[in-house]
């Protein structure tokens, strides 16, 4: 009656590709992919658009710290296939232009304006030893002070979150770049960047290609296991059926699980968390017009402009033209250029999140469904991550069957 499989894993994006691949290393072959699109890759799928490739999910790249995920994807698009890169990224401020992050860079701007900037810094909580904040929102005032709270980060986070600041936690801001007060004195006298960006730093992009050629390599190689076109309609907690047509051992969760609240089997409680799960819709907007910038990317602050960042295809990019922007569904304006929506772009880090799927994963795990990748686990997490994270999980289970 069913088509039976070891593992049936829901989505083709980076950690559901590389869980199957993993388990291909192994010698397991009873697995099946279910993927609504007719290509792999989820946000990370590129298109030709004006004769080059672009990133339909936004921005993506290959940060090049784990090792072990480098070495993984070159089996796939080799090593000698990707460009290397030191990370150009730009925020503009009013009529200025400084180089990301901004309390690294600040000695780039006029001098009158650094001193306000480093007096603001210098009256933070977190130099004055007051207790760190819950909530996102007066984190920033904590950390960078009033100045770059109120000209930077509170307007672009309203942008790219658009929900109320205080909803959202702090046990994310690993993330985030770590600079301290002493790093941005440090900056503005030696006029050099100091502090840690978490990623990017330096990253890979095809020479060739758009950054979901490596996907697609990858759903290409395992073809015959994956079934494209064909989008999660039901799944039966209870007796692991997906579309009453695959039942499997274990199930590998990796599309929203805001999908799957109409699923046979989901106790209300489970259901009531899975609702409280919130995120970004992201439109990426395609412009042929040529920029004059070395910057990979700019950050846009300014809530007056719709869009929240800009990347320069042509900087990384080989042999191509243009720029996308970013822009949060909510704010996105009509016109006549090329535009894709990504429905499911960004988890929102919101106070309650770690309780709500901490429980869902927990329950799901008791049947046998396990929660992987950016929407599995509910996390803004980057594709080397989402890629280590199909990886180690495949290695966990590996061998319970």
């Known amino acids: 009656m069913y088509k039976e499989f070891k593992y049936v894993i829901l989505g083709a994006g980076p950690s559901g ?23 792999g890759g989820g946000l990370c799928r590129s298109k030709d658009i004006d004769g080059s490739p672009l990133d339909i999910g936004g921005g993506h790249f290959l940060d090049v710290r784990k090792k072990n995920v480098l070495d993984f994807l070159f089996k796939f698009l080799p090593e000698d296939e990707w460009n290397k890169f030191e990370r150009i990224s730009k925020i503009i401020i009013r009529e200025n232009e400084i180089d990301y992050p901004f309390e690294s860079n600040i000695w780039q701007l006029p001098a009158d304006e650094q001193i306000e900037y480093l007096i603001s810094i210098s009256q933070a909580g977190c130099n004055n030893n007051k207790p760190m904040p819950d909530k996102f929102k007066d984190w920033i005032y904590w950390k960078l002070g009033n100045k770059i709270a109120e000209e930077y980060m509170i307007p672009y986070n309203n942008k790219i979150q658009s929900i109320d600041l205080d909803r959202l936690g702090t046990y994310w801001l690993y993330k985030l770049p770590d600079v301290s007060f002493r790093d941005t004195l440090e900056s503005c006298l030696k006029k050099q960047q100091s502090g840690t960006i978490p990623a990017h730093a330096h990253f890979l992009y095809p020479k060739n290609f758009g950054y979901g050629e490596v996907w697609n390599r990858m759903a290409t190689a395992i073809k015959d296991n994956i079934e494209f076109n064909t989008s999660v309609e039901s799944v039966d907690f209870n007796t692991l059926v997906i579309n009453n047509k695959y039942k499997a051992q274990i199930i590998i969760n ?22 409280t799960l919130e995120y970004n819709s992201i439109d990426v907007t395609y412009y042929d017009e040529s920029v004059d910038t070395s910057a990979h990317w700019t950050y846009i602050p300014d809530e007056s402009i719709s869009h929240h960042r800009i990347l320069y295809r042509k900087n990384f990019c080989a042999n191509s033209i243009g720029y996308w922007t970013e822009t949060n569904s909510k704010r996105s304006i009509s016109g006549s250029n090329w535009k894709h929506t990504n429905k499911y772009a960004y988890p929102l880090n919101t106070i309650e999140k770690p309780k709500s799927i901490n429980a869902i994963r927990e329950w799901s795990e008791s049947k046998f469904v396990y929660g992987l990748g950016r929407w599995g686990e509910w996390e803004h997490m980057n594709s080397d991550v989402a890629v280590e994270k199909g990886l180690n999980l495949a290695d966990f289970l590996i061998g319970k069957l």
């Open 254 to 275: 990796t599309i929203p699980w805001i999908e799957l609240v109409g699923s046979i089997g989901i106790p209300d409680q489970i259901i009531n968390e899975i609702n």
């Open 17 to 39: 590709l590389s869980f199957a691949h993993r388990l291909l290393e192994n010698g397991e072959t009873s697995f099946l992919i279910v993927e609504k699109e007719n290509i």
